[in-house]
């Protein structure tokens, strides 16, 4: 199978449905918002807005979905990506409600976009968490209470170390629980999907275009090397692939690289590992993630680097985490490796600001992007739109720089993040 251009070697790529290529921006151009940046957060919003009946230009510095966008784990998460009760004890209960229903919405956006724009990206409900050590249990009972009780969430079923051992086949948890309406889908089809759907809205999109510079004044100027874009309002949509652009973001959005392995089709052995065939994370610092695609694999992510590199061989490097949860798979090729860069909070939560007037970032989904940046681009549509209320619930949120500013962040998250990722082991 053949990667098309420019895209990582993925599995994704590999198996891509729909690929349109759009043009690079060719001379100057005006619009009410130029879009910096062609995932989720951004597609999202050239959809939201120009359904809105904005004029709205997107540039893309390679692929639309090209980012992490179009090589995640496909997981689609409920809630936000801390936990309801670290939210109570941080915020308060009405805040804490306030985040939940938002993410809440987002899961529910997500499959309601994928519906009205017939995006064919594989959709499966179900979603496992599993918990990697017995002292973890009493925690995962009280998080499930409260979800219960205070938040009425009513499709978690709990899972003993039995259930989950015949739901994941492997032996290696101690308990867990299952969502129904959390899932997994084809990320890169999903992000195709919104790209098509934001250009029949009416948005302008662009690929192989960077933007080198913003320029603020009476309107706002983006730079690129082939023609520059004056805009009302620019958002910054470019999460951990963005170099340089502002100082403010960058100082709180830190790049993570993680990774992902597909081995080759499993045939009905697939049936023995996830016979529910739900997605499945776990209660690791550094998540181990996987579920089977739609033609059968094991896709399965773990393992993080916080260096510049990627390593040499990412499908060695990922293969050992999997086979520490099957073993049994030993004898499977490998057939996909490939890595992608995210983008962490100091607090796990996203970074959606107004920065000044006519400038909006938002990243930081701290690996729950898939609803999260999709809402994210609803609530920039609304909040460019004059109706602030929403998106100032996420923009409310603390967001501490990371010490050591942009320069001696790495070293000083290398040592935290190993820290934690040791943890795990112990
Ligand atoms: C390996 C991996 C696994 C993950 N697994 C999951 C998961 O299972 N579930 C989940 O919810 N989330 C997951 N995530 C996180 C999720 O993928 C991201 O949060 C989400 O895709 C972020 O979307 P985005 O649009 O903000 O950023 P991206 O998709 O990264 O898009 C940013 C884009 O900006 C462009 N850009 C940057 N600078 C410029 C510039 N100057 N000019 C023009 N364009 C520019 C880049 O080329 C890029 O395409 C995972 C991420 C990775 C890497």
């Not at 759009?22 to 597609?43: K, M, N, Q, R, S």
């Not at 809205?201 to 023609?227: H, N, P, S």
């Not at 470019?238 to 081995?263: K, Q, S, W």
């Not at 490796?337 to 939560?349: F, H, Y």
Request: aromatic share 10%; glycine share 12%.
């Amino acid at each position: 199978m053949s990667h098309p251009e420019n895209h990582a070697p993925s599995y994704y790529a590999a198996t891509a449905k729909g690929f349109e290529s759009f043009p690079a921006l060719d001379g100057d151009a005006t619009a009410d918002i130029c879009i910096i940046g062609g995932g989720y957060t951004g597609l999202s919003a050239a959809l939201h807005l120009a359904e809105r009946g904005r004029s709205v230009i997107l540039i893309e510095a390679n692929r639309l979905g090209w980012g992490a966008s179009g090589r995640n784990g496909g997981q689609l998460h409920s809630a936000q990506r801390r936990e309801q009760s670290t939210l109570e004890s941080w915020f308060g209960k009405a805040e804490a409600h306030r985040l939940f229903d938002l993410g809440e919405e987002a899961k529910a956006l997500v499959k309601t976009l994928i519906s009205k724009h017939h995006i064919p990206c594989d959709w499966q409900d179900g979603l496992i968490h599993a918990i990697h050590k017995e002292r973890y249990i009493d925690e995962m009972q009280h998080e499930i209470d409260l979800l219960q009780n205070g938040y009425g969430v009513e499709d978690i079923t709990v899972l003993s170390k039995d259930e989950i051992a015949a739901r994941l086949g492997t032996s290696v948890y101690y308990g867990g629980w299952r969502e129904q309406s959390a899932g997994h889908l084809h990320p890169l089809n999903y992000a195709l999907g919104l790209a098509k759907a934001a250009k029949n809205a009416g948005a302008k999109l662009y690929e192989g275009t960077r933007a080198l510079r913003m320029i603020d004044g009476k309107k706002q100027r983006v730079e690129t090397a082939t023609g520059t874009i004056t805009a009302d309002t620019v958002i910054l949509a470019c999460n951990g692939y963005m170099h340089g652009l502002d100082p403010t973001t960058e100082a709180r959005v830190m790049p993570l690289h993680n990774f992902i392995l597909a081995t080759e089709p499993l045939g009905e052995r697939a049936k023995a590992l996830i016979p529910g065939r739900e997605a499945a994370a776990d209660s690791r610092f550094v998540v181990y993630y996987w579920r089977l695609s739609a033609d059968n694999r094991m896709i399965f992510g773990g393992g993080e680097t916080y260096g510049r590199h990627f390593p040499a061989d990412i499908k060695g490097f990922v293969r050992k985490h999997l086979l520490k949860l099957y073993p049994q798979l030993s004898d499977v090729r490998i057939e996909y490796g490939w890595g992608g860069t995210l983008a962490v909070t100091v607090k796990r939560l996203p970074f959606m600001r107004r920065l000044r007037p006519g400038l909006y970032t938002s990243g930081g989904y701290s690996g729950q992007g898939i609803g999260t940046a999709t809402m994210a681009g609803k609530l920039l549509a609304e909040a460019i739109s004059g109706e602030q209320e929403r998106f100032d619930v996420f923009a409310r949120l603390p967001a501490p720089a990371f010490p050591g500013g942009k320069l001696l962040r790495y070293p000083s998250m290398v040592l935290a993040m190993t820290w934690y990722a040791l943890r795990d082991r112990l």
